[in-house]
């Protein structure tokens, strides 16, 4: 059961005050990131540094990489159901953890316990945009969470040349200190300035799940990471990919079948979300790429005849502007979001960055270039980060986005771990001789641009499958539909069915078949058949550190209900008094504030709290289900509601043609009730595939339509759940026509008749003052037409399907 108490209005809604919620989370997204680059300038210093060899030093960065994937996810899950601040504060102390122990670290079992605790700090960013999500005005939010999404970028761009000042001028220790004391600063400034989330998933914390996550994780990414050195074909890389996919597949068998997950896979699956993770998957490879060739271009010895000689510290600097380019680039992400749909942005992020790493091949030569082709990359890759939180975010529900942009930051790690393992082989098998040492050699560098290129490509065709959407509608816009609480933004799920939301969850409500809307109402685009089909942790200490935080802090494992609050139970039930069990129930004030939500239980049984006597409203959704919003009076402690929710079903289908099978487009597709009353239109697209959408159960009517074919009526019924398959053929129509003379002139007003080869009266009409007359949308066969206004004349006439018939009637006066 969830847990959302008011808050005054304005605590969050004040411009100034939103401003510092935005800077601080941005901030402490800038702050993790820093953590990862700062060791980048001592990393060939760190066998000597901590007495270890090389192989073994790796582990202070392959740590840090580990206990990230590991707790990303895990972090904003617990953040949805705890409260997403605390979980940001407990991110950054063990940031400040972290970086002390390794400051304080002279060998090599120190140092990795640090870059590991400083690795579990990796979900401060996907928690910043949830807490975004919650507290900002709607209006502040799609430029917000590009800066917060973006500041991965920004910190690895300005981290560099700080850290190499500081490892060139200071004691190398300096470095952690640095990174313990920008901790401390970001938890301070949280503290003060950033408010509690109110949003709440609650449940319990899937523990199981957790440790089948982090073992799957550890797995794929220790053989990715360790492959180079251990052999790609050894025993023990293809062992760890094997246990991998393994575990992998167990972990998403027992996911799919606990109440509770850690990933709800079937969100994850939703095509928007999945999308999205795959496309970012390919744009954390090209990002990394960039990071890991540009500083050996620029340090290698200007003798090789493709290195230009600099130091550490100016490799960064030709970097740093990289970071403040993502930086401008992401209110430019959000402002695109807003005209065109994050979709577009993502894309053309895609292309920039393709782009960029296809000069890169070309321009190489000086410093000027690498730093134009950086600025490129950079403004590509901040594109396409502040637009990957929108989709997110505009697939799941408000209790979900911590998870699912946890989810989202994962792919983008899983994507730079693989870049760093497919450069780090490219430029080892790609080498000239230089002084008698094997260095990468200029055609290495270029291919991997090329790899770069190449991924940034195959982001572009991915993000390609991701649902379109109406152009102004991105995260930061509120649904008509949904109650906006006093900060200007939509605390209450969505439950109208015209919001767009498909019962899956993912909202396509931008493609219109047709156009056009019909008699005022919000037509929807097409949805896939199945849409909701399954597509796509932690270890035991980390699990038991965060219980015992849990178990400290007042309050962290959940609010007791306010005094003088009310309980709310009762039933779901669908069609046939079923149970419904998932059904999500939220409870809201008159004023729009979300006070409660709850998940019902197998049995279909739910309990919430309302804050005390009063008037609220109590929505109910369920997938299958149309949503439902009830006023509830509470006037006791406890009271009993029970909720019966209707199916919502649609139809979709193809239209062909009956001779060929050929698609029908354009073709006007309408429903209508018993009572012959329309329910809905649309048109068919190139594909002659049609849907349409939110009808309710029963019985109806399918008529279709379509130039040069028959009109065709079908009687077909909607099902409680689900979508309702019709495919329909049109047979193609004949026409006959001609004109009636009197004694050589046009006759008007003459009856003419059409009957069939059965005898059959097809159609009647009376021509005009050019004696006209014309009969459409025939089957081909034999016909005769009858003429009067004279003495009235019978004549055969023949159509094929598709074809005119051209038939002229004479009529006169018998002869004397």
């Known amino acids: 059961m969830s847990h959302a108490h008011p808050r005054p209005a304005e605590e969050v809604s004040a411009p100034g005050r939103a401003n510092l919620v935005v800077a601080v989370l941005a901030f402490g997204g800038i702050v993790v990131s820093l953590m990862q680059t700062l060791v980048i300038p001592v990393v060939p210093e760190l066998p000597k540094l901590l007495g ?75 928690l910043g945009i949830s807490i975004m999500r919650d507290e900002l005005p709607a209006e502040r939010l799609g430029s917000a969470t590009a800066l917060m999404s973006a500041s991965l970028g920004v910190g690895g761009a300005l981290g560099l040349p700080a850290a190499a000042l500081i490892a060139d001028h200071f004691d190398w220790h300096v470095l952690f200190w640095t990174s313990a004391a920008l901790g401390a600063v970001a938890f301070l400034l949280v503290v003060t300035l950033v408010p509690e989330s109110a949003v709440r998933t609650g449940g319990r914390f899937d523990v199981l799940g957790a440790l089948g996550m982090a073992g799957g994780l550890i797995c794929l990414l220790l053989g990715i990471s360790k492959g180079a050195d251990w052999g790609w074909s050894s025993g023990t890389t293809l062992g760890l990919f094997a246990a991998a996919v393994i575990v992998l597949l167990l972990w998403g068998v ?53 290195g230009l000689g600099k130091s550490m510290l100016d490799a960064g600097l030709v970097l740093a502007p990289t970071g403040l380019v993502m930086m401008a680039t992401a209110p430019l992400s959000a402002a695109l979001s807003r005209a065109r749909g994050p979709k577009v942005t993502l894309m053309l992020g895609a292309v920039i960055v393709a782009a960029g790493y296809g000069l890169n091949i070309w321009l190489m030569d000086a410093v000027w270039q690498l730093v134009l082709v950086s600025c490129v990359i950079g403004a590509g890759v901040g594109l396409a980060y502040g637009a990957m939180p929108a989709l997110i975010m505009g697939a799941v529900e408000p209790s979900e986005t911590a998870a699912a942009n946890s989810l989202n930051t994962l792919m983008r790690s899983i994507g730079t771990s693989v870049a760093s393992a497919v450069s780090g082989v490219l430029l080892a098998h790609l080498t000239t001789d230089f002084a008698s040492v094997a260095l990468p050699s200029e055609n290495g560098f270029k291919v991997v641009m090329a790899t770069g290129s190449g991924a940034a490509l195959l982001a572009l065709l991915v993000a390609a499958f991701i649902p379109g959407r109406r152009p102004a509608e991105t995260p930061a816009a509120a649904e008509e539909t949904a109650p906006v609480g006093p900060a200007g933004r939509a605390d209450g799920p969505q439950t109208a069915s015209d919001s767009g939301e498909n019962t899956d969850g993912e909202n396509t409500d931008g493609e219109n078949t047709d156009g056009e809307n019909t ?42 209900p306010a005094p003088g609050g009310a309980l709310v139970r009762g039933e779901v039930r669908g069609a046939e008094s079923a149970p419904v069990p998932g059904a999500a129930l939220t409870l809201i004030s008159l004023e729009g504030r979300q006070l409660g939500r709850a998940v019902a239980a197998d049995d279909g049984s739910y309990t919430l709290t309302a804050p005390g006597p009063g008037t609220y409203v109590l929505i109910a959704a369920a997938d299958g289900c149309r949503p439902q919003a009830t006023t509830l009076v509470v006037t006791a402690r406890e009271v009993s509601h029970d909720v019966l929710l209707d199916g919502s079903g649609g139809l979709t289908g193809v239209v062909r043609a009956a001779e060929g099978g050929a698609p029908v487009a354009d073709a006007v597709v309408i429903v209508t009730d018993v009572r012959g009353d329309v329910l809905a239109t649309g048109r068919t697209d190139a594909l002659g595939e049609f849907t349409v959408t939110d009808l309710v159960p029963g019985p109806v009517t399918l008529a279709v339509n379509a130039p040069k074919y028959r009109p065709l009526a079908l009687a077909t019924a909607i099902s409680g759940s689900g979508v309702t398959r019709v495919d329909v053929e049109l047979t193609s129509g004949a026409y006959v026509r001609g004109t009636v003379r009197g004694a050589g002139a046009p006759l008007g007003d003459a009856r003419v008749t059409l009957v069939d080869a059965a005898g059959n009266v097809v159609g009647t009409t009376t021509t005009g003052p050019d004696g006209a007359y014309a009969f459409s949308d025939l089957d081909s066969g034999a016909y005769t037409v009858i003429a009067t206004g004279y003495p009235p004349r019978a004549t055969g006439v023949t159509v094929a399907g598709g074809g005119v018939g ?11």
Do not use: C
């Not at 707790?71 to 970086?99: C, E, F, N, Q």
């Not at 954390?284 to 620029?298: E, R």
């Not at 051209?806 to 004397?816: F, G, K, M, T, Y």
């Open 52 to 126: 270890a060899s090389a192989s073994d030093a790796a582990w202070a960065v392959t740590a840090t990489l580990l206990a990230a994937a590991v707790a990303t996810p895990v972090m904003g899950r617990l953040g949805d159901m705890y409260g997403k601040r605390r979980l940001l504060l407990a991110s950054v102390v063990l940031l400040i953890a972290g970086s002390v122990t390794a400051a304080l670290s002279d060998s090599l079992t120190p140092m990795i316990v640090g870059r590991a605790l400083q690795g579990l700090a990796s979900g401060v960013i996907p």
């Open 519 to 560: 008699e005022g109402e919000d037509a929807t685009g097409p949805r896939t058949v199945g849409e909701q089909a399954v597509g796509a942790a932690v270890a035991v200490p980390l699990a038991q550190a965060v219980a015992e935080l849990v178990a400290a802090v007042p309050g962290l494992a959940g609010e007791a």
């Open 806 to 816: 051209e038939h002229d009637i004479d009529l006169a006066h018998p002869s004397a």
């Open 254 to 306: 027992y996911e799919l079948r606990t109440p509770e997950p850690l990933v709800d896979l079937r969100t994850t699956a939703r095509r928007q979300v999945l999308v999205t993770n795959l496309a970012s998957i390919a744009f954390g490879f090209s990002m990394f790429a960039m990071s890991l060739v540009l500083p050996q271009l620029l340090q290698l010895p200007e003798a090789t005849g493709y």
